[in-house]
C-alpha cells in the first residue's frame, strides 16, 4: 500500500450509493498518481453495482448501485483495491499541444489578469505558455480538465458572479488554477483566451480529447489563424 | 415484425424532455448522468406497458404539453397529475392507456408535483449517446439534438404489441401511498459534516426550507436557517454525489440533482437517501421541505424496503 501519511489513503462513505477515496489533502503529484493508479483498478477490475468514477485531485469517489452490491461488500471491493495500488505501474504521459488564440475579443479578461498581476498582456501569453500543464482530471463539465501549475504570477480571484455561459474552447483562470471550457457552459473563472480545437465531442470514444494524467502545452496563435 | 409508430408534438408545456435512468460510467469524463427527475415514476410507468423499467419518455416539468399520437398505441401517464385529456375527454394516471391513431392528448398545469412522465409501448426512440437516451439540458447532450421537445418534434418508438391492446393495468393506491409519502427527506451524513457543528447539524433536521424558484435539474437551491456560520476552511476540488447536501459560503444549502457537476469545492453537510431521490423530483419551486438524517444502514433498508414494493406483483392490478 502507498501510504502518504497516517491517516491515508481513507475510505469514507459519502452517501448511501457513493464511497470517498482520500489520498492525502491538497494538490499533489503524488497524490495525483495514486489517483490515477486507483482510477486504472477501478477500471480493470470492475464491479458490476459501479455506476461512476469521479477522479479529483487527491481523491476518486466511486458511486455504486446498492441493489446490485450490499454496501458492506462494496466498500470491502474498494480496500482490496485501494491495498493493491502499487502493483499499477503508470505509462509515460501522452503530451498534447493546444492552439490557443490570446486575442482580447476573445479573451474578455486578458486585460484584468494582466492589471492584477501588474503584468502587461503579453507578459500574460508568454507566461501561460511557458510551461507544460498536468491534466489532474476531467471534472466540473463535459471535459473540463483541470491543468496545474499555472505560473503563480498568474493567479486572478474569480468572478464574484459567474457568467451564465461561457464560449466552447474558453481558456481560463480561477484562482491558481487554469482549465479549459471544452463546452459551452455558466463559469466564474477569468478568460484568457479561446482555442479552435474541439476538445469534446460526444460521437467519439473516447468524447474527450484530454484524458487524466495527459500533458498539455499551450501554442499561442494569432486571430487569423484562429478563424480559419 | 416490429411496427414503428410516432407522435408529434403539438406544444412542448413548460420543459419537456426524453429521459430514461440516466447516463452512467462518464463521471470522469465530466458528465453527470441526468436522466429521470423521478425514476420510481418512470418505472411504474413503463411497467404499465410492460417495457423495460428505464425505457425512456417524455418528462414534463411543471405544466404538461400537448402530442398527437400517429398511430394506435399504449401509453400510460405516471408521476404527478397534470389533468390529462385525450380528445377533450378526462384520462386517469397511473393506468394504461389505448389511444388511437389521430387522438389528441393534452396536459396542462399539475394539481400535484414538478413532474409527469409520459410512456410509450416500446419506449421513445432516440439515438442513444454514450449508451443513453437521457437528455442533459445544461450539457445539451442527448435525447432529441440535446435539447428540449419543441413544437414539430416527431418522435419514434417501436411498440412490443402489434396491436395496442393487452393487459389494462393501473398502479395500487396502497403502492403509491408509501413511495409518495409526504414526510421529511432521509438523509445520511455529508462527507464534511464533522465541520459543522452539532448544532448546525441539528438546525438542518429541525427547520423548513423552502425550495427556491432557481430551482431545477442540476439542483434545488433551499432557503432557510443558514448553514454556513463558521465555516472558511478552502476545500480542494473532489467528486460529488447525487443527493448532496452542499453548503455555499453564504449558508443556503444546495441538493445536487440528477444533472449536478460531477466535482465541486463546497462543502456537504449530508446527501439524501436514493429511496427518497424520486421525492426530489416532484418538489416544485415554494415547496416547503424538511431533512431527518438516519444511519446508511437505515438508508440501506428503505431502498431494500422500496424496492419490494415496486416489484410488478406487489404494485400492479390487472383490469379486466
Redesign the interface.
Known sequence: MLSTGPLFPRI???????F?VFFG???SRLHHRNVVRL?RLLRLQPNRA????????????I?FN??LT??NDFRAYVHELVERLDMVELSAPRVIEIPVCYDRSLGQDLEFVAHHNGLTIEDVVRYHCSVEYLVY????????P?LGELPSNLASPRLSSPRLSVPAGSVAIGGSQTGIY????PGGWRIIGRTPMKL?N??LD???VLE?GDLVRFRPIALTEYQQ | MARICSLSVISPGFLSTVQDFGR????????S?AGAADPVALRLGNSLLGNPPGAPAIEMTLTGGSFRFDSDLSIALAGSDFGPTLDSTVIPIWQTIFVKSGQVLRCGPTKSGARCYLCVDGGINVSP??SSSSTHV?????GIGGRPLIAGDVLGCAPHHILPHGNLLTVKESALRPLYRCGAFRI?P??QSDLFSLDTRALLSSSPYIVKEESNRMGLRLSGPSLGSGIIKEM?????????VQVPPDGQPIVLFVEH????GYP?IA?V??ADIHRLGQCRPRDTIRFQFVT?EE??FL??KQ?RLLAPDQCLLSTP
Not at chain 1, 482530471?137 to 473540463?144: D, Q
Not at chain 2, 452512467?24 to 458528465?31: S, V
Not at chain 2, 445544461?138 to 442527448?142: F, I, K, P
Not at chain 2, 457537476?261 to 465541486?264: E, F, K, N, S, V
Request: glycine letters at 10%; proline letters at 10%.
Open positions: 469514507q462513505q459519502a452517501s448511501d450509493h457513493s470517498m489533502e491538497g494538490i482510477f459501479t455506476r461512476n468514477l469521479h477522479p479529483a485531485y487527491s481523491s476518486v469517489l458511486s446498492p441493489l450490499h454496501p482530471f476531467i471534472g466540473f463539465s463535459p471535459g473540463f483541470y471544452s463546452v459551452s457552459s469534446f460526444p460521437d473516447p468524447p474527450s487524466m | 452512467f460510467h462518464c463521471a470522469h469524463w465530466g458528465i448522468p449517446i454514450l445544461l450539457n445539451s447532450l442527448g445520511t455529508g462527507l480542494t476540488t473532489e467528486g460529488v454525489s447525487l443527493g448532496a457537476p460531477t466535482t465541486g456537504k446527501n437517501a436514493l446508511h438508508a440501506f431502498l431494500t424496492e
